[in-house]
C-alpha cells in the first residue's frame, strides 16, 4: 500500500473568484481537511474559531480553523478546515471524501466515486431487522 494524492481547488466561498490548487494527501484517519495558513491567506480566507484536534502520536492540541469550498474529481463540498502551519503538507481528510461517496482505493492508491452517497446509517443496510423494521 502507499501513499493517495488528489489535486484540490480550495475557494473562499465569499468570493469563488479566489481560490488556490494544490496537492493534497488523502488521509482517512483525520476527520477535517488542513490547508496551510499562507495558503488560506492568500485566497482572503480567515480563522472562524479553534477546535481540540488529536494528533497521529496521540497529543491533543488546539488548531484554527475556517471554512472553505474544496473541489475535486469535479465535485464540491463544503469543509471545515485546519489552519496548518506555512510548510505543512495539505490533507483531505475523510469528512469530504463521504461527503461526495468516494472510497480509497489504497491497493491501487486511487479514489473512487461510489454509485450513490449514503443518507441513512450503514446498520440499515446491513439487514438487521430490528434497525430495518422502524
Known amino acids: 500500500m502507499g501513499l493517495t494524492h488528489v489535486q484540490v481547488t480550495v475557494r473562499n466561498p465569499a468570493d469563488p473568484a479566489r481560490s488556490w490548487e494544490g496537492t493534497f494527501l488523502v488521509d482517512t484517519g483525520a476527520i477535517d481537511s488542513l490547508v496551510p495558513r499562507d495558503r488560506l491567506k492568500q485566497i482572503g480566507l480567515r480563522r472562524r474559531g479553534h477546535r481540540t484536534?488529536?494528533?497521529?502520536d496521540g497529543r491533543e492540541t488546539v488548531m484554527d480553523i475556517?471554512?472553505?469550498?474544496?473541489?475535486?474529481?469535479?465535485?464540491?463540498?463544503?469543509?471545515?478546515?485546519?489552519?496548518?502551519?506555512?510548510?505543512?503538507?495539505?490533507l483531505l481528510g475523510v469528512t469530504a471524501l463521504?461527503?461526495?461517496?468516494?472510497?480509497?482505493?489504497?491497493?491501487n492508491q486511487r479514489?473512487?466515486?461510489?454509485?450513490?452517497?449514503?443518507?441513512?446509517p450503514a446498520t440499515l443496510l446491513t439487514g438487521d431487522p430490528e434497525r430495518s423494521a422502524s
Open 66 to 90: 475556517a471554512v472553505a469550498e474544496l473541489e475535486f474529481m469535479g465535485e464540491v463540498v463544503g469543509a471545515t478546515i485546519v489552519v496548518g502551519e506555512d510548510d505543512t503538507e495539505p
Open 98 to 107: 463521504e461527503s461526495l461517496g468516494i472510497e480509497v482505493d489504497p491497493t
Open 111 to 120: 479514489l473512487r466515486k461510489l454509485p450513490s452517497i449514503r443518507l441513512k
Open 53 to 56: 484536534y488529536e494528533l497521529a
